[in-house]
């Protein structure tokens, strides 16, 4: 059972503490894929949050107590998601969960969450949902949906661009993104620049056809909105195709080096003209404690836009932890994230307050710039809204 | 050349072969006849390979036979034409008889017993390209022989080979097994047309429930009075 | 207990692709879009019928299984032309297709983003606990292992066992092919749609993802490691496939290992399929007395084929 | 019409590929009747060692290929040794769940050796692409289709003119004859899996410059490939390489012309149809049991 | 009474006649041979007859009591509906299965039921599976199989897998049974008590035989009429006594002198 807190009253100095928390440990838990052909995601993005914790565990934790994860590995199935949930609140009692991973897991265990009131900090998931599902809930990183939205306003603003063709993944990830886009052209008026929508496979073998579609139209901007296999396999396509100097914008799941790792060597020329979005302020210097984490705790592991996602999640349960001091209940806990204002982390700014459960909104373009063969995103735009 | 001495053999529970002994010396057509479930068949499988007794020894030309593996066997010279004919349904009629000669080295001579075959069956020639799943009861048991000879054996294993055969063709059968022994290979023959059978062997054993009951020369097997009951009827 | 849970559900599906595969040989890979079929009935039937007090929810489950059972009949055509792999790899494009439909169309499936559906509420009783929920899928299971127990052991059973060992004499005394590959197909569509629909109230939600070739696959591995043939053998089969990787994940130390669990997992299955080759209800069967030198040739005597 | 050939010839390009993966899935078939499930699996570790011994050891591409392929034998022949013949007793729906097994195990190992991220590997010829009236023509995908035409006649020449060709197929409709004929059918079934293992080795190579040297590449070719053999037909080798290739050119179209969203839900449908028409494949014959 | 007619009966393999314009006619309670040199044609009559081939051109008319059936009009597994039932060349047994089940196979048209009352076991099942197993107790009795009931089809010898298949034919009451090589793979006197066996069936259980068999001694002996085929034409019909002098029989089938 984990109603075993309560704040008893507002006067007293003592609180009685959650389940999970000791005198010298916080216990929290975590539900990614670690198995299977998904791993690639949930792998780093574990890593990430474990060694962001690791880091502050060997400053001497938070307050005096270290943090201990345990994690479950779903393998991106709802019911082991579920599964794994009951497992964390009942068996393990945790005090929270931190950085569930996956939407169909997530949506999944959402009425258990709200339910048992456990805070649940940070999702690996763009369910829109999450914004209204209560007040334990603490999503962070945008939805698919918003940064589809935001992409419009970027490619209308920015980028100027009027014949504009959106490639989209034919899956979750692809169609709210597309959704989000088409969201935000309309509220913007500008639904006319937009001339095709095209799908495409994440796991396809052969880009022919729907390179050729977006080539028809003679687009000046394209958006891809895709994973790493499928954009980098487009972005080869074009390559093959002869189409290298249109530009392209892709989501922030590929704001990172190993993206380009993947995809530049196919496609020299196109590369040229990628821009990413990001929500998060990668700059060498803010990567620093990240790339010095991983490479103590888990140099095998590649650091990505998944890696960062983690370390962020970490950044934000640790931020509230603080903010709560000794007031360790569930209650206690959702009252001092419903004050947060964090700055100091990879995120430009996240901050919750009662009723408001956004998330980050903020986010900027990158482009691609090249030295010496590495190629590197370089930060072009401010950080900006959709509003 | 073959000797089967005191063994035993299984199918689970089932004891198919006890206490069992054969001799088959070269150059000789010996036959093995009995009742259903007798064990001729569970004979013929343990020469083969295809069953291992669990005590007893088999030997050929004085060589222990049950470390080999079938088709190490086959390679010895020991060949079988086995019950339930076992044709291959999706080969031709000539690539099963050429499956038959799949041991031998000497590729010219292939071609010649390939004609013997089909003297022999002049039906399998007619029928060559024919996918032998779709042949007569009776022609899938001519190839089923015809692909025995195919390998030239020392030793060839029949296992009722006038099964679903015509009168006619029967008599053919038991011709040519006559005359391929004469050529110099050993037969072991396994028979419910017994009288046919002893007629042109040399030898018999006659087999009861896994065991040998009687055994003898041909002409004393026909000769006795009991068997003549038992096996050969009013013929 | 949800894990509990989920064993009853596919034991329920595993009982339904036993009668398929086991008594009447016929093999499909595409099974996973029935069961996600039967969730997405329920879910949508649930969902959009006004409270009935819980009648709306037996309507959802029974549809659940019917809604499969009439698509299962056009894999019992397929199947009546096609055998062995082709049939296998027919019906994994089968269901392949299937699941491309949950995506695409979003008026009955919400696509990609899926679909919520509430817990079971029976005239006023609530299964939202896992515990009662475990209580009403279990009478499920016990009901429907006890009419597939009924059906095997009389005239539908038998012919299917003819259908699967012998077409021809099948069909010399009297047994339609056509008939009894459609009560086969139709019947384990049925079942897993109903498992489909207990699922659905189960986890409450519902995305095309789940219903893949994965979950066919793992369908077929429950009903040959549990045994062919055997409705004991489902249930262990979906307990073995269900419950093995969880347990090992949680080995210490090692279980945290990357992929450790997944490659246990595969190395326990080849080594059921090795030592206990007829599947776990038949573990006792093994243990035979008698001489270990047979082996050779079970090899060659007993080649089964399905 | 430039574009309709221009999909026509990467349809052929990807085709290939899909009959590449397709010819060792049914080497193995033919031989033992088993569906290889891991076919797609161990592709993809054959290819992880090609990009290591090229990427990780600096070898030359051709030398990391032979190397690879060199791998790749070894594997086939281990796999068939340790996992296929101790189940020799098993039914056939058992040894497909062997090969189910294998796939968590080699899938799991590759990542536990290779890791999870995706690397690109280089195109088996690198040279600038041609523009023949509109359609432009890649070297390299000529060189996959020459490949795949290669190899299936090698293939063909085997099965249908030599005496292994006679070992192969005797040994797959009946083993216990065919070793009553003296055919070492233990030898076969590991011949069979040590080239099937090659020829996966070969697709995954040749395919990783599109999907990416991942744990995953080869998941949608590795289904692509069944789809193949079957709607060509298992019982020859020129009936999966058509196979392929029309489902290559086929996905081109129906996603150019009618829609792409749809174009799982047509392509599929058509194979349902088409085997419905042809129960054996387009190139099958149907051998059926005389009564 | 002709209890069956075959008129004209053609079909061809490929180029190959397999069946040529052959017309016979089985007389009810008779035991009628058809005899021929391998790959006449003989068990592709008897596929056309019940059903498993269709034929290219011809007749094949069934008469159970007063009703007339062309059996062209059915499917093969309707056949066994209207009393005709057959055994086949190589044994078709349900391994799997005890002889008792084997033997309830050949009932299943005539057991009632349907999957919701066998599945629900609504009361009519059990009485209706334990008449149904009265009666092949009685065809196990009646073939001397008593004892062999519950054991396992696939592991009894030959022999006993041919009564059994017989068995499976019997149990369905059909007038007409028409068996594809009953005698091969037996020795002389397990023949010789299938020729009784038959006679019996036939005295008995009035049920007419027709039989494809390469064994004379049984032909000649059970036989009422026989007609021989080659290269699926009739060459011959008649009593034994006329078959066996008859000069293009022993030439193309029975081989001179020796019979
Ligand atoms: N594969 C098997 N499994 C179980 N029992 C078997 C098997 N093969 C044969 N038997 C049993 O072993 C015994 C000997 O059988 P075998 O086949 O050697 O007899 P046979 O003399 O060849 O008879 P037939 O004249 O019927 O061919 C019989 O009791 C038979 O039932
Ligand atoms: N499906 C088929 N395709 C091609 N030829 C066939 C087919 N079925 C039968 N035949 C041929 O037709 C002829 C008649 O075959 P059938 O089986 O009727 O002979 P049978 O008289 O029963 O001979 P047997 O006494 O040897 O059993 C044979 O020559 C056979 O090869
Ligand atoms: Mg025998
Ligand atoms: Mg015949």
Redesign the pocket.
């Known amino acids: 059972d984990g109603e075993s807190e309560d704040t008893s009253s507002e006067g007293s100095t003592e609180v009685e503490l959650a389940q999970g928390i000791t005198e010298d440990s916080i216990k929290i838990g975590t539900v990614a894929v670690q198995s299977g052909a998904l791993s690639f995601i949930g792998a780093p993005y574990v890593a990430g949050m474990e060694s962001y914790f690791k880091t502050i565990n060997e400053d001497g934790g938070v307050n005096g107590r270290k943090i201990e994860l345990i994690k479950k590995d779903d393998e991106f199935k709802p019911d082991k998601s579920v599964q794994a949930v009951e497992s964390l609140i009942f068996d393990e009692e945790v005090f929270a969960i931190v950085g569930h991973l996956g939407t169909p897991g997530v949506v999944a265990s959402q009425e258990i969450v709200k339910e048992e009131g456990i805070p649940s900090v940070y999702f690996g998931s763009g369910a829109v949902s999450l914004t209204k599902a209560g007040e334990n809930f603490f999503p962070v990183q945008p939805n698919y949906l918003y940064e589809g939205k935001l992409m419009s306003k970027f490619a209308v603003e920015e980028f100027d661009a009027k014949n504009i063709v959106i490639m989209y993944q034919n899956d979750d990830v692809g169609n709210d993104g597309l959704d989000g886009f088409k969201d935000g052209l309309k509220e913007l008026g500008e639904d006319s620049r937009l001339k095709a929508e095209v799908a495409f496979g994440g796991a396809d073998t052969d880009f022919t056809v729907p390179i050729q579609k977006a080539k028809e139209q003679e687009p000046d901007l394209i958006i891809l909105y895709g994973l790493s296999t499928g954009t980098a396999g487009i972005l080869k396509g074009m390559e093959n195709l002869g189409m290298t100097d249109v530009d392209t914008l892709t989501t922030y799941s590929n704001a990172d080096a190993s993206f380009l790792a993947v995809a530049a060597p196919g496609a020299p020329n196109a590369i040229n003209n990628l821009h990413v979005m990001g929500w998060l302020e990668v700059t060498e210097e803010s990567l620093q404690p990240l790339n010095d984490a991983m490479a103590k705790h888990f140099p095998d592991t590649p650091i990505n836009a998944y890696t960062m996602a983690g370390w962020v999640a970490g950044e934000t349960f640790v931020a509230g932890l603080e903010k709560a001091g000794d007031k360790l209940s569930w209650d206690g806990y959702i009252e001092a994230m419903n004050g947060l204002n964090y700055t100091d982390g990879l995120a430009a700014e996240i901050s919750y307050s009662e009723g408001v459960r956004e998330g980050v909104t903020q986010m900027s373009v990158s482009k691609v710039s090249e030295s010496d063969g590495t190629y590197i995103f370089e930060q072009m735009t401010d950080f900006m809204e959709f509003k | 050349m073959l000797k089967i001495e005191n063994i035993d053999a299984y ?2 529970f ?1 004891h ?2 006890k206490d069992f002994s054969i001799n088959i010396e070269e150059g000789k057509i010996v036959t ?1 006849l ?12 343990v020469i083969s390979g295809l069953l291992n007794p669990v005590k007893g020894s088999v030997t050929f030309n004085g060589e222990n036979l049950l470390i080999y593996p079938p088709e190490k066997i086959v390679s010895m010279g020991i060949i079988q034409s086995p ?1 339930g004919r076992q044709i291959f349904p999706q080969f031709t009629v000539e690539e099963n008889l050429k499956a038959g000669a799949y041991t031998r080295k000497d590729k010219e001579n292939i071609a010649k017993t390939l004609d013997k075959v089909y003297d022999y069956f002049p039906r399998l020639k007619e029928r060559k390209k024919q996918y032998a799943g779709t042949l007569s009861g009776g022609e899938q048991q001519m190839l089923a022989i015809g692909r025995a000879l195919m390998a030239k054996p020392k030793l060839l294993l029949l ?2 080979p006038s099964l679903g055969l015509a009168p006619l063709i029967v008599r053919d059968i038991f011709r040519i097994i006559e005359e391929i022994n004469k050529e110099g290979t050993t037969i072991l023959l ?1 028979e ?1 047309n017994a009288y046919q059978a002893l007629s042109i062997a040399d030898y018999g054993y006659i ?1 009861e ?2 065991k040998v009951v009687s055994e003898g020369s041909a002409k004393e097997l026909l000769g006795n009075s009991d068997i003549k009951k038992a096996y050969l009827g009013g013929n | 207990m949800t894990m509990i849970n989920t064993v009853v559900i596919y034991s329920i599906a595993a009982l339904g692709f036993n009668i398929l595969l086991g008594y009447a040989g016929q093999i499909s890979l595409g099974h996973a879009a029935f069961m996600g079929l039967g969730a997405y009935v329920s879910a949508y039937i649930t969902n959009t019928l006004p409270d009935m007090g819980g009648l709306e929810y037996i309507l959802g489950i029974l549809l659940a299984g019917i809604v499969p059972l009439a698509i299962g009949l056009i894999l019992g055509l397929i199947a009546l032309r096609l055998e062995g792999h082709y049939l296998a790899i027919a019906t994994l494009g089968f269901g392949v297709t299937i699941q491309q439909v949950f995506k695409e169309w979003t008026g009955f499936t919400n696509g990609f983003s899926g679909m919520n559906a509430k817990a079971i509420n029976l005239f006023g009783i609530s299964l939202r606990s896992r515990e009662s929920f475990y209580i009403f899928s279990l009478v499920i299971l016990v009901l429907l292992s006890i009419f597939s127990y009924n059906l095997i052991r009389s005239k539908i059973g038998r012919g299917l066992i003819a259908m699967r060992d012998s077409e021809h004499a099948a069909q010399a005394m009297g047994i339609s092919l056509f008939k009894y590959k459609l009560i086969a197909f139709s019947l384990s569509a049925f079942y897993a749609g109903i498992a489909g629909g207990l699922y659905i109230h189960l986890i409450r939600f519902v995305e095309p993802n789940q219903w893949g070739v994965e979950l066919s696959l793992n369908l077929l591995a429950m009903v040959v490691i549990g045994g062919l043939a055997s409705i004991l053998g489902s249930v262990l089969g979906a307990a073995f496939i269900t419950v093995i990787p969880e347990i090992l994940k949680e080995i210490p130390l090692i279980g945290e290992i990357r992929n450790f669990s997944m490659i246990l997992t595969g190395v326990a299955l080849i080594l059921v399929i090795m030592f206990i080759p007829h599947g776990l209800s038949r573990i006792t069967y093994k243990i035979k007395p008698l001489v270990k030198k047979t082996r050779r ?1 079970k090899k060659l ?2 080649q089964e084929v399905v | 019409m430039a574009i309709f050939f221009q999909n026509i010839m990467a349809g052929l390009e990807t085709g290939s590929l899909y009959a590449l993966a397709a010819l060792g899935l049914v080497l193995i078939f033919r031989t033992s009747d088993v569906i290889n499930f891991a076919q797609g699996e161990m592709a993809m570790f054959s290819t992880f060692v090609a990009f290591t011994l090229f990427d990780g050891l600096g070898l030359s591409y051709p030398l990391a290929v032979i190397g690879a392929l060199i791998f790749a034998l070894l594997f086939g022949f281990i796999v068939e040794r340790i996992f296929i013949r101790p189940a020799s007793d098993a039914s056939l729906v058992s040894k497909m769940i062997i090969t189910l097994g294998l796939i968590m195990i080699i899938g799991g190992l590759a990542s536990a050796i290779f890791g999870i991220d995706s690397y690109y590997f280089r195109q088996a010829i690198s040279a600038d692409s041609i523009d023949a009236a509109g359609v432009v023509v890649q070297p390299n995908a000529l060189f996959i289709i020459a490949i795949t035409l290669v190899i299936m006649a090698g293939l063909f020449y085997m099965i249908n003119k030599t005496k292994v060709g006679i070992a192969i197929r005797a040994t797959a409709q009946n083993e216990k004859t065919a070793r009553l004929m003296g055919i070492p059918v233990f030898k076969v079934y590991s011949m069979s899996w040590i080239i099937a293992t090659i020829l996966g080795a070969i697709a995954g190579i040749l395919m990783a410059p599109t999907t990416n040297v991942s744990t995953t590449m080869m998941a949608e070719v590795h289904l692509k490939s069944f789809i193949a053999a079957v709607l060509g037909g298992f019982g020859s080798f020129h009936g999966p390489v058509i196979g392929g290739l029309i489902i290559g050119i086929l996905d081109n179209l129906v996603g150019m012309y009618i829609s792409l969203t749809w174009k799982t839900v047509i392509v599929y449908g058509l194979l349902i149809v088409t085997l419905i028409v042809k129960p054996t494949g387009i190139f099958g014959k149907t051998h059926r049991k005389k009564v | 009474m002709n209890i069956l007619t075959v008129k004209d009966l053609s079909i061809s393999f490929g180029g190959l006649k397999a069946v040529d314009s052959l017309s016979f006619e089985v007389k009810q309670n008779s035991i009628y041979g058809l005899i021929g040199p391998n790959g006449a044609g003989k068990t592709t009559v008897f596929n056309c007859i019940s059903r498993f081939y269709t034929p290219d051109e011809g007749e094949i008319i069934f008469r159970n009591d007063t009703k007339e059936h062309n059996l062209l009009e059915y499917k093969t597994y309707q056949v066994i509906e209207k009393g005709l039932v057959r055994t086949f060349q190589n044994v078709e047994l349900v391994k799997t299965m005890t002889v008792l089940d084997n033997i309830l196979i050949g009932l299943h048209s005539k057991t009632k039921g349907n999957i919701f009352t066998e599945g629900l076991r609504l009361p009519g099942v059990k009485k209706e599976e334990e008449r149904v197993k009265d009666k092949v107790m009685k065809i196990i009795e009646f073939l001397g199989l008593t004892g062999l009931e519950n054991h396992l089809a ?6 006993i897998q041919k009564l059994i298949e017989l068995g499976r034919t019997l149990v369905s009451e059909p007038k007409l049974i028409i068996l594809d090589e009953p005698a091969a ?1 037996m ?1 002389h006197s397990e023949t010789e008590e299938l020729a009784k066996l038959i006679k019996r069936i036939r005295d008995e259980l009035n049920i007419t035989i027709l039989l494809v068999e390469h064994d004379m001694s049984l032909v000649m002996e059970v036989c009422e009429k026989i007609c021989v085929i080659n290269f699926g034409k009739k060459i011959a019909e008649g009593s034994p006594l006329e078959i066996q002098e008859n000069i293009e029989v022993q030439k193309a089938y029975l081989g001179g002198e020796e019979a």
């Open positions: 199918y689970g089932i198919a072969l093995l009995g009742a259903n479930g007798a064990g001729k068949t569970s004979t013929l499988k019950e296992d009722e396994v419910q087999l429930t896994g | 040739n005597e007993d | 696939a592991s009894q010898p030959y022999g793979g020795n």
